[in-house]
C-alpha cells in the first residue's frame, strides 16, 4: 500500500427541492430549471474517501453519470478536497434505471485509471432504491458490502470495517478491489474550503462518452431500462382525524354516534 489507495467516489447530483415535476410518458424526473446538490448520501461517501486518503495516502477521484451541468456536482466534491473529476454524459445515457446506470457506470470505470475502492452513499434521495451501487460491483465482478458505518483498517490488500444489522453489528473483511456503500452514521462530511473552491473552479473534467464506451444501444439509457414507471399519481389525501377525550363511558358512546353516522353499524 505504498502508493496509497486508489478511490472512485460515484455521486449524483439531485433536486435541491421536494418540489419537482415528473414527465408522465417517459416515467422520469424533469429536472431542467431545478436548483440541484450532491446527494445527500454522497457527501458521506466522499468524506469517507478524503479521510482513507489522509491516513493511507492515494488519490480520490469522482465520478457521475449526467447531463453537462452535473459538472457542478463533481466541483463541488472537489472543493471538498477530491482529486479529479469524472463526467459520464450522452444523451444515449438519458432515463437509465439503476440497471441501466450501473452498467454504464461500470464500463465508465473500467476506462479510468484504475482502484481498489469504490465508496457509494446508501442511496439516492431522488431514487430511494439503494441499488445502483451494488449493481456496479457485480458488472465489475469485484465483492461489496452494503450499509458501513465504520472502516476499521486498510492494510495488506484487505479491509476490515463494521456494518450495524438489524440484527447486530457485523465485523467483516473484504479483498480489494472492493465496493462498498455509506450511511450517514459513517461520518460528518466536511464543508468546502476557499482554496478548494479556487481549485474545483480550475480543474479540468474529464468525460466520457458512449463512442469511449461502445456499448450497445439496447443496454443504455431508457431503452436499455428493465423497469418504466407505467403510473404516476399524487397519493388520495386524506381528512385528519378526530381526537375524542373523556371517560371510558363517554369515549365509547362517541365512537358508537360515529360509526352510526358512517353507518357502519
Known amino acids: ?34 436548483a440541484a446538490i450532491i446527494n445527500p448520501f454522497d457527501e458521506f461517501a466522499i468524506e469517507e474517501g478524503l479521510r482513507l486518503k ?15 451541468w452535473a459538472a457542478d456536482a463533481l466541483r463541488d466534491a472537489i ?9 459520464v454524459t450522452d444523451r444515449a445515457f438519458a432515463g437509465a434505471d439503476t440497471w441501466a446506470t450501473s452498467l454504464t457506470l461500470a464500463k465508465s470505470i473500467e476506462k479510468m485509471d484504475g482502484y481498489d475502492l469504490i465508496i457509494c452513499g446508501l ?47 457485523e465485523t467483516l473483511e473484504a479483498p480489494l478491489p472492493l465496493l462498498i456503500t455509506v450511511g450517514k452514521d459513517i461520518n460528518q462530511p466536511r464543508l468546502a474550503t476557499l482554496r478548494g473552491r479556487i ?4 480543474a479540468e473534467i474529464k468525460e466520457i462518452t458512449n463512442s469511449d464506451l461502445q456499448l450497445d444501444p439496447k443496454e443504455i439509457g ?5 423497469t418504466r414507471v407505467v403510473k404516476i399519481f399524487e397519493p388520495e389525501q386524506h381528512e385528519a382525524g378526530e ?4 371517560t371510558v363511558e363517554e369515549l365509547v358512546d362517541a365512537i358508537y354516534q360515529k360509526l352510526q353516522e358512517c353507518k357502519v353499524i
Open 222 to 226: 431508457l431503452e436499455g431500462s428493465f
Open 243 to 246: 381526537v375524542v377525550e373523556g
Open 1 to 34: 500500500m505504498s502508493e496509497g489507495l486508489k478511490i472512485i467516489v460515484p455521486i449524483k447530483q439531485v433536486p435541491e427541492t421536494t418540489e419537482v415535476e415528473f414527465d408522465e410518458e417517459t416515467g422520469t424526473l424533469k429536472r431542467e430549471g431545478v
Open 123 to 169: 442511496k439516492t434521495t431522488d431514487g430511494d432504491t439503494g441499488q445502483t451501487g451494488p449493481e456496479m460491483a457485480e458488472h465489475l465482478n469485484i465483492p461489496h458490502v452494503c450499509y458501513v458505518n465504520e472502516i476499521i483498517d486498510v492494510k495488506d490488500g484487505k479491509v476490515v470495517l463494521k456494518r450495524n444489522l438489524d440484527d447486530g453489528v
Open 79 to 87: 472543493a471538498m478536497g477530491a482529486d479529479k473529476g469524472w463526467l
Open 199 to 202: 481549485k474545483a473552479k480550475k
Open 54 to 68: 489522509e491516513k493511507h495516502g492515494g488519490e480520490v477521484n469522482v465520478l457521475t453519470m449526467g447531463p453537462p
